[in-house]
């Protein structure tokens, strides 16, 4: 019972945090961190040349985008799901 309330104090508190930064910043967009690298990169060191580039391909639009990564978020908690799953399951058979 109290970790129930302690989780829930935690979601309330994250979920409180979220929108009060929406809140306080209407109009931002959230970058990620490849576009802040690179400003920083260019900064330090303006003469900079990428040892390669990336394998070109941009998704068609930023719904495409969140696509790919939802299914890459939710084919990682599958694999992390099944893995954790498959062990305690595999001790408890041994007892």
Do not use: R
Request: proline share 5%; net charge negative.
């Amino acid at each position: 019972m109290k970790l129930e309330y302690i989780v829930g104090i935690v979601v309330l508190l994250f979920a409180v945090q979220f929108f009060y930064g929406i809140a306080a910043n209407p109009g931002s967009e959230f970058g990620g961190a490849d576009g802040q690298a690179e400003d920083v990169i260019a900064e330090v060191s303006p003469g900079y040349e990428p040892w390669f580039e990336g394998i070109g391909f941009e998704p068609p639009g930023g719904e495409t985008e969140s696509l790919l990564f939802a299914l890459q978020a939710a084919f990682g908690a599958v694999v992390i799901g099944y893995t954790i799953g498959f062990y305690k399951g595999k001790g408890e058979s041994n007892n």
